[in-house]
């Protein structure tokens, strides 16, 4: 079965912690995104890839990064500068990253920071 | 600056009845548009597009419609079910990036 897969589904961090979420696909996607989501708002664009080895930044990058170096995995590192990171992140990807495409997206993962 | 609004944070409906719900936008430069149905703790499932080339597009109980003059789109379900029940979101696109709307929480009563 083809989808998108992202782990874990809950994940806890202390504050000052650096944390990375996992999103994989095998849609044979060439795009990649991630979204955050927060009560009473719009799914965000953190950062998006729309081809190996390559990445920009999306609406909120701050305090994140992310990596490409597989066409399968876009892992999203939340650093310790991220303000407010408790939220709801969303992976999706498209193919071919072509404007008209339809992005499908991933379970999701919530991240709380205590 | 919200370039794609929702303004109906929540909408009720009998079951079997329609439902209409709505999303305007402010960039002309969108030509893509979509919804998506999102339960919550789950990631948001597409459910219908429509290019700027066309005014209407349908799929079983759902129809997008698309109104360039006015920037505004409109998802119908008829007849709207009690498993209708979640968040729906609309999103534009006009680049790469998709811009999404706030969502409208739809309560099918049955």
């Known amino acids: 079965d083809g989808g998108i897969t992202q782990s874990p589904k809950y994940l806890f961090r202390k504050e000052g912690q650096n944390v990375t979420l996992s999103c994989e696909q095998n849609?044979?996607?060439?795009?990649m995104y991630w979204y955050r989501q927060d009560p009473g708002q719009g799914l965000r664009l953190i950062y998006y890839?729309?081809?190996?080895?390559?990445?920009q930044k999306g609406d909120i990058a701050e305090g994140y990064s992310v990596s490409r170096e597989k066409k399968e995995s876009f892992p999203l590192t939340v650093t310790s500068a991220q303000k407010n990171p408790t939220a709801f992140y969303l992976c999706?990807?498209?193919?071919?990253?072509?404007?008209?495409?339809?992005?499908?997206f991933g379970p999701g993962t919530r991240l709380t920071v205590l | 600056d919200q370039q794609v609004k929702q303004n109906s944070p929540s909408l009720s409906v009998q079951e079997g009845r329609i439902s209409i719900l709505n999303c305007d936008y402010t960039?002309?430069?969108?030509?893509?548009f979509l919804w998506y149905k999102k339960y919550p703790a789950e990631g948001p499932t597409f459910l219908i597009s429509?290019?700027?080339?066309?005014d209407k597009n349908e799929d079983g109980r759902f129809t997008v419609f698309l109104n360039k003059s006015a920037k505004h789109l409109s998802l119908h379900i008829v007849p709207s079910q009690p498993g209708d029940s979640a968040v729906y979101f609309c999103?534009?696109?006009?680049?790469?990036?998709?811009?999404f709307g706030t969502g409208t929480r739809l309560k099918v009563l049955a």
């Open positions: 999706a990807s498209s193919s071919p990253g072509q404007v008209q495409d339809t992005q499908y």
């Open positions: 849609l044979n996607h060439d795009a």
């Open positions: 890839s729309q081809i190996v080895n390559d990445f």
């Open positions: 960039n002309s430069m969108f030509d893509y």
């Open positions: 429509i290019s700027s080339i066309k």
């Open positions: 999103a534009a696109s006009g680049t790469y990036k998709y811009i």
